[in-house]
Nanobody, 118 residues
Framework: VQLQASGGGLVQAGGSLRLSCAAS????????MYWYRQAPGRQRELVAA???????NYADSVKGRFTISRDNAKNTVYLQMNSLNPEDTAVYYC?????????????WGQGTQVTVSS
């Protein structure tokens, strides 16, 4: 599975960005998809998740501000980020997880930088 993330950039506090992650090499509808982020000097953390059935989960720090969605026809997962603040500054990574013959595999995209200025 190959993942290509895009959509990062520099935005002022209070602004919005939408990240995209295009997947190839597998049946996208079989993939559970995740967005993680890693800020300098900090561990990578899970931001949002969406199951194959469309159920979503969010980190407490982004609930009400971020929305994860998927378009199976476009093999793409999105992360809409609103009301951004400087603490959201990080490299954002998309992750795909699939189970084949009882074994879980996961794949990572290359990351996209999000910088929020105060």
């Amino acid at each position: 599975v190959q993942l290509q993330a895009s959509g990062g950039g520099l935005v002022q506090a209070g602004g919005s960005l939408r990240l995209s992650c295009a997947a190839s090499g597998s049946i996208f509808s079989n993939l559970a998809m995740y967005w993680y982020r890693q800020a300098p000097g900090r561990q990578r953390e899970l931001v949002a998740a969406i199951s194959t059935g469309g159920s979503t989960n969010y980190a407490d720090s982004v609930k009400g501000r971020f929305t994860i969605s998927r378009d199976n026809a476009k093999n793409t997962v999105y992360l809409q980020m609103n009301s951004l603040n400087p603490e959201d500054t990080a490299v954002y990574y998309c992750n795909a997880e699939v189970v084949r013959v009882g074994i879980k595999y996961d794949y990572w995209g290359q990351g996209t930088q999000v910088t929020v200025s105060s």
